[in-house]
């Protein structure tokens, strides 16, 4: 397989350019739905605290691209990668966006980051690769649908 065909997993965080209402975050959602269903792209967003946290799956030279153009859009501030790793299958097959607002003790309850957020940093930005593969595996195993009572949204893909 060419190296830009090979599936590719790819993990950033940024920082909201502002606090997004979620009517906002909603809409934004929708939006990136519709452009990965299209595109083949597959993952999940976490936002909490002003502040997301993505996983992006397909093939290098798309999501390479889109990774370009969510550095350009002035929605986010603060791009920045944290994981970038061939994939030998998808891990959100299903989705074209797992999606979920969480609050730092719901996500501390789930995934045992107590320490992590105990910091006083906003957001993702100091999350280590460990930890940030912890949160994928989380999201993954679907522990947010059962601990989590804030909205869930889910879109599965058609095929």
């Given amino acids: ?12 965080t940024s920082i909201a350019a502002h606090l997004m209402t979620h009517d906002e975050l909603i809409a934004l959602l929708e939006q990136a739905r519709e452009n990965n269903d299209t595109k083949d792209i597959t993952g999940m967003l976490l936002y909490m605290d002003g502040c997301f946290f993505q996983v992006l799956e397909g093939e290098k030279a ?5 990774f370009d153009k969510i550095g350009q859009d002035k929605r986010h ?13 998808r891990s959100f097959h299903k989705w074209t966006m797992g999606y979920q607002q969480v609050s730092r003790v719901e996500l501390a309850n789930i995934t ?12 993702f930005e100091t999350l280590e690769t460990s930890r940030a593969r ?3 595996e989380m999201f993954r195993e679907g522990r947010w649908v059962k601990n989590v009572n804030t909205h869930y949204y889910l879109k599965h893909k058609a095929h």
Avoid: S, W
């Avoid at 798309?62 to 889109?66: E, G, T, V, Y």
């Avoid at 603060?78 to 299958?89: D, F, R, S």
């Avoid at 992590?116 to 906003?122: G, K, S, V, Y």
């Fill in 112 to 123: 045992g980051l107590t320490d992590f957020l105990d910091r006083d940093i906003n957001g």
């Fill in 134 to 136: 912890k949160l994928i």
């Fill in 62 to 66: 798309i999501i390479d691209r889109l």
């Fill in 1 to 12: 397989m060419h190296e830009d065909h090979e599936l590719t997993l790819l993990c950033y």
């Fill in 77 to 89: 501030l603060q791009v920045m990668k944290l994981i970038e790793e061939p994939l030998a299958h």
